[in-house]
């Protein structure tokens, strides 16, 4: 075992590691998991937080999980260790559950999966049918931003039984294909993989959310502290000191210059030996700060006198969004009945558990970065432009990643270590603590949206006016993209002719808001089916009833006036629910009934809400490509360069290959995500990877089996079996042709075939009123949840979800489940939990996602309604999954006690001030 | 400092140096607190004194010493008196922290959302502080004198707590109203404590409030009201008014709201009146 001094203070420490003896020479009060990661190498014990917030660092020690970031190496002195690499090698139980989370779908990213599997070891261990809430307890302390929970409970209940795998083509519930390394700890996250002889690099930042400030004499301070070896600033950088994502809003510095414009930003890093880099006190860094008077709110950034962000943008207005159909105000004013409302909401987290993390070598004239990502291409492409050198001299290399949701699209940590490393011709190395991760990376965008929507007599919507003011923060990012789409899905699901959405997204002080999950759609259906329960109960129609009245269907414009003549989904979605609907309305009217006659202070509700989301960029190319070859010796290589996040692209994407060219998932052999041998699968996001990078590998898969049928004069529907280089086809006359692949030639990648093909949606441009096609296709959901709330402290019992969701074609219904659960963990912290307060809530312990406590069972209904440009039918769904989540809980809370809460999170007291108002208002009424 | 010997007392106070390097137990502050800096050496590391680990019973009280952590408290065997005390435990952040934190440590750390203060409150616990030069014993409201602050003097450590023998026919409860299901910080928390007599009467009651004053705080006319009263009662949570909460002054945070606190507190105080008089109705 590899022993290395911390400088100075090196002290002994020796106890039992997995079984064998370990020792280590490290400062006593050295934390556990730094010692076990960066000392002795143990990369399966995971960093989230470093405050025993996330519990990602879990080990046992003498058979208790404990966080080994709260744990001085001094105190295991003599004690047991146990990580989950030893235990899946040596704990019989261990590899059993790991077993059951991949055949339960309980890994997704797999950052937490370590921690899952120890914390559920230990239970075990003591108790080996355990029920729901003893696993509750032994996994509470784990935060998974990624499976919503539930399946994690399925893998550790059934932990001695497999369910019967499947074969793999489309349609089948295979295990990820990437999951063995998740469960033994084996998978390289982005903090995994760093060379032992690394510099390290740390990030200056502003303390301010508004500031001036004066670099002083950085020499000087280089030459104080030895072990620095360099101090880079905005003058270093070769290229252009910008990046972004969209054309036309390139506006965020690498290092701020003279002035920074939200807290977190960065204006300076350092760089050199990590003993020195980690101790070094950046408060005493050169630099003299003037604090200014900050806007954190597009009311503030708009005021008369508010000073201005970005040069050309006057009122700090970024841009606006609009859609407009038919005639809303005459609309409006024709209705029998109106909703109006007002709707607030804040700041969200990604709230990954792995930080942004990843490290850059220089090759020569090239520059190899590794790390976490969702957008390998659109990195290389900004990495090549701040550093004033061509795409091809940038190489990206997608490292595991531990979560994403949106923010790991734009480049955070990249260009500071890209630039480093070019510079000291060394490899460096970054790391962001949960604090610089929560300050600095975008987030969701807060919205204030105003809403009328108005219904004619026999329940049918005539007008819709949308209003949403979206704070975008500092920097552009992906708010173009949240204007843009915001006002397109506005409307719900639903047909609606008079419609007008506006969107307008303005800068402020805070941290750049940017992609997540649904782009701004989750906000606008917060407000939008809110009003629909409004409107419902003014008509007196039950409100799943007046959903399916308003329901899109096949041939009916949407409010940009396309057509979609045989894909709609949305009333399967909600029609799906009726039995649920029923059943537990009539449950909730019992309990009421049983709760006011016993004077008990709880109240059930049942609510629903829909959603929609339209897969891919919006009137905008959007190609991915993918790349297969079979080489002499019968191996089938798939370049597949869609990154997978966790929501499994590494196996939908090879699921339709597979299916495409004829032969079984396991015979296919994965490569990427690297750019250098991937072309470019466009980023992850926009709930695109299945639908558009699954059709390019369909192609491929296409191209594939075409060129073996024709080299043997095959009909298309023949068997292929590819086996060592001998290819057998069978048309099934019996007959059957056999190629040998020795006999072809090789290509310069060392293929006899070979395919590369791409995909591109059709969509059309829209007019100044929004109207065109912005996508090829749009995905459905519809969602209802039973609860109770607590009408004295305000507190909400969430008790089930059903969830329908149209995906055109489950690829794999196991991981379509998986995306359902993670969703909705999401939009219940959405309604009830969390908000990003900049400079307040940056950590996981003010900042708070759901627990495992804190989601219900979960029963999702598959809905398959084929979209002819989908993969064999499929439509995505990464986003869907979140939007009706928050709407439905805010509308079962509505029904249970009469509370309508407009400005979220819906935190008890919101909820009981609701109350209070609602009751006050009842009685004013009365 | 080394190895996996543990040291006496006195020896390890000598090396304290008069209170000058910090104390470590559970590290489940200690490391938190640094943020992203590196952790100071040396400590003073109490997890590892002798004897320092011992929970049990010692003349007339229970004795808690000042390494034993949360879960070494909730699978000890003790007394009806304690079971509030055990709630608090289970909620303390998760397993994972529960594993590590000690019961001291947490009053120590002096934080006004600290969850094992109301319920140590309502238990009458004295704290037991040691220096080179001697021992002494404060009651537990002696000891916290503020956000963060206790009555440590210079090196002098918390060696241990102590909680007076209650009588069998205790009821104990602990309230923690927070907005998810773990590892979470109190809104506000609430412990009680009622002796009650032969007769089904309250003879001694002791309720204290958490997360709803810069310490937390017990609420003597909510007690002298409850004296006397019949423990059977199932309108017992009708003698707690609004009037009885007048010592609280909770803050405005992120959390919630001081008026949303008192109300909370208010029904969190009647529910756990409530639920001593349907427990013994029930047995």
């Given at each position: 075992m590899k022993n290395h001094q911390e400088k100075s203070q090196g002290h002994r420490t020796s106890f039992v590691l997995n079984d064998r003896l370990a020792s280590v020479d490290a400062s006593p009060t050295l934390r556990l998991s730094e010692v076990l990661r960066e000392l002795i190498n143990v990369r399966d014990v995971k960093v989230g937080c470093n405050a025993g917030d996330c519990g990602a660092c879990t080990v046992l020690v003498d058979g208790l999980p404990v966080c080994s970031c709260l744990l001085a190496v001094s105190q295991i002195a003599g004690k047991r260790v146990e990580t989950v690499a030893g235990l899946m090698a040596n704990e019989p139980l261990t590899g059993k559950l790991g077993s059951s989370f991949l055949a339960h779908g309980a890994a997704q990213c797999g950052i937490c999966t370590p921690a899952m599997l120890v914390s559920a070891t230990a239970l075990l261990r003591n108790n080996r049918n355990p029920d729901g809430p003893a696993i509750r307890d032994a996994l509470g302390g784990v935060l998974c931003r990624c499976t919503g929970y539930r399946k994690i409970i399925d893998a550790v209940l059934n932990w001695d039984q497999l369910p019967q795998q499947e074969d793999g083509q489309v349609g089948a519930s295979i295990?990820?294909?990437?999951?063995q390394a998740k469960i033994k700890g084996t998978d390289q996250f982005a903090d995994d993989g760093a060379p032992a002889d690394a510099l390290l690099l740390r990030v200056v930042r502003s303390p301010y959310h508004r500031a001036d400030f004066e670099l002083g004499d950085l020499g000087a301070y280089r030459r104080a502290n030895p072990g620095i070896s360099l101090v880079l600033s905005a003058r270093d950088i070769p290229g252009e000191n910008l990046f972004g994502v969209i054309p036309g809003y390139i506006d965020q510095p690498v290092f701020a210059e003279n002035y920074t414009r939200f807290k977190g930003e960065s204006v300076a890093c350092v760089v050199g030996d990590p003993d020195v880099i980690k101790h070094l006190d950046l408060d005493k860094f050169p630099i003299v700060w003037t604090e200014r008077q900050a806007d954190l709110t597009p009311a503030l950034a708009q005021a008369e006198g508010a000073e201005q962000l970005h040069l050309g943008k006057e009122k700090n207005l970024m841009c606006e969004g609009r859609v407009q159909r038919g005639n809303a105000t005459e609309g409006l004013a024709n209705a029998h009945v109106t909703a109006k409302g007002r709707f607030e909401t804040g700041f969200i987290e990604h709230a990954y558990i792995e930080p942004e993390a990843g490290f850059a070598v220089r090759i020569e004239d090239r520059i190899e970065i590794h790390g976490c990502t969702q957008a390998p291409y659109m990195d290389r492409d900004g990495i090549a432009a701040i550093m004033d050198l061509e795409p091809s001299a940038i190489r990206i290399l997608p490292s595991a990643v531990g979560g994403g949701f949106g923010s790991k699209i734009d480049l955070s940590f990249q260009p500071f270590i890209a630039l480093a490393a070019w510079m000291s011709d060394r490899p460096v190395r970054i790391t962001y603590s949960r604090t610089e991760s929560m300050q600095s990376t975008t987030k969701r965008h807060p919205s204030e949206i105003t809403l009328q929507i108005g219904a004619d007599k026999t329940g049918k919507i005539c007008g819709f006016d949308f209003v949403g003011v979206f704070n975008t923060g500092a920097y552009a990012s992906w708010g173009p993209t949240v204007a843009n789409r915001v006002p397109v899905h506005a409307s719900g699901p639903y047909s609606i002719a008079n419609y007008r959405a506006v969107s307008r997204a303005i800068y402020s002080n805070c941290a750049p808001a940017g992609a997540f999950r649904g782009f701004g759609v989750p906000q606008s259906a917060i407000a939008q089916e809110s009003l629909m329960d409004e409107l419902a109960s003014h008509l007196n129609m039950d409100r799943l009833q007046f959903r399916i009245r308003n329901a899109l269907d096949n041939g009916e414009p949407t409010v940009t006036g396309q057509v979609f003549e045989t894909s709609v989904g949305i009333k399967p979605c909600l029609e799906s629910l009726q039995d649920n609907w029923h059943k537990a309305l009539a449950a909730a009217e019992r309990f009421n009934r049983a709760a006011e006659k016993s004077g008990a202070p709880e109240r059930r509700g049942v609510g629903v809400a829909s959603g929609w989301y339209g897969c891919g960029n919006t009137s905008l190319p959007n190609p991915s490509r993918i790349k297969a070859g079979i080489g002499a010796s019968g191996g089938i290589f798939l370049h597949q360069g869609a990154v997978d996040i966790g929501q499994g692209s590494n196996t939908v994407i090879t699921q339709i290959f597979a299916s495409a060219l004829g032969v079984a998932v396991d015979q296919i052999c994965i490569l990427g995500a690297d750019t250098d041998v991937t072309p470019d699968a466009g980023k992850t996001s926009a709930s695109r990877q299945t639908f558009i990078s699954g059709n390019a590998a369909r192609l491929s898969g296409e191209n594939l089996r075409n060129q073996i049928l024709r080299l043997t004069n095959a009909t298309t529907d023949a068997t292929l079996t590819i086996s060592g280089s001998l290819v057998s086809v069978d048309v099934g006359t019996g007959e059957k042709s056999q190629i040998n692949l020795r006999d072809l030639a090789e290509d310069q990648n060392g293929y006899v075939l070979s395919a590369e093909e791409v995909y591109d949606p059709p969509t059309k441009p829209m007019d100044k009123n929004g109207q065109g096609d912005p996508y090829a296709l749009f995905g459905y959901a519809a969602q209802m949840v039973e609860l109770t709330v607590d009408?004295?402290?305000?507190t909400v019992e969430l008790l089930n979800f059903t969830a329908a969701h149209d995906v055109g074609k489950a690829i794999n219904p196991s991981l379509v489940e998986g995306q359902v659960h993670g969703g909705i963990a999401q939009g219940i912290g959405l309604a009830l939990l969390e908000e990003f307060i900049p400079g307040r809530t940056e950590n996981l312990h003010d900042y708070l996602i759901p627990t495992i406590g804190d989601v219900p069972p979960i029963e999702t209904i598959i809905i398959e309604v084929n979209d002819p440009h989908g993969p064999y039918g499929a439509k995505g769904l990464g986003e869907h999954v979140l939007i009706p989540t928050a709407p439905a809980i805010l509308n079962a809370i509505a029904d249970a006690c009469g509370a309508k809460v407009r400005k979220l999170p819906a935190t008890p007291e919101r909820i009981l001030q609701a109350i209070t108002k609602t009751s006050k208002e009842a009685k004013t009424n009365g | 400092m080394g190895g996996s010997d543990t040291n006496s007392l006195q020896a390890m106070l000598a090396d304290y140096a008069g209170g000058k390097i910090p104390v470590l137990a559970g590290g489940t502050d200690f490391y938190p607190a640094l943020g992203d800096r590196p952790a100071p050496h040396p400590?003073?590391?109490?997890?590892?004194?002798?004897?320092?680990?011992a929970l049990g019973k010692q003349g007339a009280d229970w004795r808690i010493g000042a390494a034993v952590t949360w879960t070494e408290l909730v699978n000890a065997e003790l007394p009806s008196a304690f079971d509030g005390l055990k709630e608090a435990a289970r909620e303390i952040g998760s397993v994972q922290i529960q594993n590590l934190a000690t019961v001291v440590g947490n009053l120590c750390n002096a934080s006004p959302a600290a969850d094992g203060v109301p319920p140590l409150l309502a238990l009458q616990a004295r704290v037991e502080l040691t220096a080179p030069m001697g021992v002494r014993v404060l009651p537990l409201e002696a000891f916290i004198l503020g956000v963060r602050r206790t009555a440590l003097l210079p090196g002098e450590i918390v060696t241990g707590l102590l909680v007076p023998e209650h009588p069998s026919e205790t009821f104990s409860r602990f309230k923690k109203l927070g907005s998810r299901s773990y590892l979470v910080i109190s809104i506000a928390m609430t412990a009680i404590t009622l002796v009650i007599d032969g007769e089904g009467l309250i003879s001694d009651a002791r309720v204290a409030v958490g997360a709803c004053s810069p310490v937390a705080i017990r609420l003597s006319a909510l007690e002298a009201a409850l004296m006397g009263s019949n423990a059977d009662n199932p309108n017992l949570a009708a003698v707690v008014s609004v009037d009885h909460l007048s010592p609280l002054s909770p803050i405005d945070d992120i959390r919630g709201s001081r008026h949303y606190r008192m109300k909370a507190v208010l029904e969190m105080l009647r529910r756990s009146l409530a639920d001593c008089a349907g427990e013994r109705t029930k047995s």
């Open positions: 295990v990820r294909l990437d999951g009408t004295r402290l305000g | 400590v003073l590391d109490i997890t590892r004194i002798d004897g320092l680990k």
